[in-house]
């Protein structure tokens, strides 16, 4: 098991364990519980970490984050406000982070 990914936020934790499943890499969430109920942990080693459970997929995981982070600067667009529960979302997310509802792009 191998940490790949750390951030305080855990929708952007949990956005990376998602592309990494859906790309059949299996991964574990550390820390989870750590950020329930609290805004933010300013300590970085109890931010929320993504674990690739195989070590031989590091690599692979690793250039998926990567490409998506690239994806995401190029033309992240305008920020959109979630349809159905009001949340603000990047503009490149598809579906809304927080109720997972398909997002209306105005384009
Ligand atoms: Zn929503």
């Known amino acids: 098991m191998k940490e790949i990914f ?3 936020d855990i929708t952007r934790v949990n956005y990376c ?7 059949g890499i299996p991964t574990m969430l ?3 519980h750590l950020v329930h ?3 933010e942990i300013p300590i ?12 031989a997929d590091y690599e692979r995981g690793w250039k998926i984050l ?3 982070a690239k994806a995401s600067e190029k033309d992240p667009g305008p ?4 349809p159905h ?4 979302n990047p503009g490149n997310f598809a579906a809304c982070y927080s109720c997972e509802k398909p997002l209306l792009s105005p384009k």
């Open 6 to 8: 750390r951030h305080h």
């Open 85 to 88: 529960c009001g949340e603000m």
């Open 30 to 32: 550390r820390n989870e």
């Open 79 to 82: 920020d959109l406000a979630c």
């Open 37 to 39: 109920g609290v805004i």
């Open 66 to 68: 990567n490409e998506d």
């Open 44 to 55: 970085p080693e109890f931010y929320p970490n993504l674990c690739v459970m195989k070590d």
């Open 17 to 23: 364990r998602e592309l990494l499943e859906a790309a």
